[in-house]
């Protein structure tokens, strides 16, 4: 009750007369209304790659979300084929692949967006991880697709932030332990400091990224 600085009195007394609150300070709507309003806020970080699935969690994992599908692969390994074969030109190859990927993000922003609308939050905030490499990378091609998916399929009141997401892959959700070895092998996050286990290091990855946007909202 603190967080609302509000007299604990005058929250207790509008809780049981809530036909006062029409006489209430304006400057303590105010705060009762902000308060309302940051704890139905859904943040949800986003974590993608060049190979792996794209992920997404909010800070305590209460709501995630995985892109199932093979369809990174497979467009990644018919680009590269593409581009062995002499036949094929290969600003044809990145053209397809682009295509290829356009089409595929969206298609899974709208399946994500559509598990965000069922949550019962007053507004969303996406935030995605900025992985800082050069522009004519693929990241920042997924990137720059994921962005203006997001940004065209988004309610109006919604938000996208974009973080830095150095060390949200290796970091541990419960202790804080920064390492590597935190990621095993088969995509699955177990903490070598304090044992926290999750099947599926990359929304570790993407709730790190929900926390770090948490951070600059509130
Ligand atoms: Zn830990």
Do not use: W
């Not at 400057?27 to 190979?51: A, E, F, P, S, W």
């Amino acid at each position: 009750m603190k967080q609302i600085e509000v007299p604990n009195m005058l929250l207790k007394h509008y809780k049981r007369h809530p036909d006062k609150l029409i006489n209430c300070k304006v400057k303590h709507i105010q705060k009762i209304d902000n308060y309302v309003r940051r704890n139905k806020v859904n943040t949800v970080g986003i974590d993608l790659g060049k190979y792996r699935f794209l992920a997404a969690s909010n800070s305590d994992l209460t709501f995630t979300f995985v892109d199932e599908h093979n369809t990174f692969f497979q467009l990644f390994r018919k680009y590269e084929s593409r581009l062995e074969d002499k036949q094929v030109d290969n600003n044809k190859a990145y053209s397809k692949l682009k295509t290829g990927l356009k089409n595929h993000i969206n298609q899974v922003i709208n399946e994500l967006i559509e598990q965000v609308n069922e949550t019962n939050s007053f507004q969303t905030v996406f935030v995605l991880g900025d992985h800082g490499s050069s522009h004519l990378s693929f990241p920042s091609l997924i990137f720059d697709l994921i962005y203006f998916a997001i940004k065209q399929r988004k309610h109006e009141y919604d938000e996208i932030l974009i973080v830095d997401e150095s060390f949200t892959s290796i970091e541990c959700p419960k202790c804080q332990k920064r390492t590597s070895q935190n990621r095993t092998k088969s995509n699955r996050f177990r903490c070598t400091h304090c044992g926290f286990y999750y099947p599926n290091d990359d929304v570790i990855a993407a709730a790190n990224i929900a926390k770090k946007g948490k951070l600059l909202v509130f």
